[in-house]
C-alpha cells in the first residue's frame, strides 16, 4: 500500500484567523480526523504480516477514529446548524450537504467495519484485505472531500450569518462537549 496521495493532514487549509474561534476549533478538528486517517492508514500500510492481532489492532485504531469524527458532527450538527437554522433551512443548501455527507460517512465506516470484521475472522485473505484498504482510501476521500467544503463554505458562511453573541454562544456550547 502506498500514502494516500492528496490526502495529508498539511493538505488541508489552516483556519482562518478571521473566522470566530468556534469555526477554528472546527477547522483544527478537520486538521486532527484528518491526520488521524493519515496514521491509521500508515500502520495498515506498514505491515506485511497480516494476522488476526494486526487486523483486530487496525480495527481498534479506525473505530478510535471513528468515535472522534462521531463527537465532531455531533458539535457540527447539534450546535452550529441548530444556531444557524435560525438564519436558513436546514434541509436545504450547504447545510443539507453537510448532514447527507455526515450520513455517507457512517455508511462507509459501517461497510468498512463489516469488512474488517471478515477480514479479523480471515487475515490471510487477500481479496479482503485489499477490499478495506479501498473502503478505506474512500473513507479518507470522503471525510477530505467533506472537511474542504465546510472549511470553504460552510463555516464562511456561518461566519457571514451569525451574530458576534452567537459566534461566542456556539464556542461555549462546543467546548462543553467533551473531547
Not at 473505530?63 to 435560525?86: D, F, M, P, Y
Not at 471525510?143 to 461566519?159: M, P, R, T, V
Request: charge should be neutral.
Amino acid at each position: 500500500m502506498s500514502r494516500l496521495k492528496g490526502f495529508a493532514a498539511t493538505d488541508s487549509i489552516k483556519p482562518n484567523t478571521g473566522m470566530a474561534p468556534a469555526l477554528q476549533l472546527l477547522s483544527r478538528e478537520h486538521t486532527k480526523l484528518r491526520r488521524g486517517m493519515e496514521q491509521v492508514w500508515e500502520f495498515a500500510a506498514k505491515s506485511s504480516v497480516r494476522r488476526e492481532d494486526f487486523v483486530r489492532e487496525w480495527i481498534r485504531r479506525e473505530q478510535k477514529l471513528r468515535s472522534a469524527w462521531n463527537l465532531h458532527t455531533e458539535k457540527e450538527e447539534q450546535i452550529l446548524l441548530g444556531v444557524l437554522s435560525k438564519y436558513l433551512d436546514t434541509d436545504k443548501g450547504p447545510a443539507a450537504v453537510m448532514k447527507y455527507e455526515h450520513e455517507l460517512l457512517e455508511e462507509t465506516f459501517d461497510e468498512l467495519e463489516a469488512t474488517m470484521d471478515h477480514l479479523a475472522e480471515h487475515p490471510g485473505d487477500e481479496a479482503a484485505f485489499q477490499k478495506v484498504a479501498a473502503q478505506f482510501r474512500r473513507a479518507c476521500q470522503v471525510i477530505g472531500d467533506h472537511c474542504y467544503k465546510e472549511e470553504n463554505a460552510a463555516f464562511k458562511l456561518a461566519q457571514n450569518l451569525l451574530t458576534d453573541s452567537e459566534k461566542v454562544l456556539v464556542l461555549q456550547m462546543i467546548r462543553k462537549k467533551k473531547q
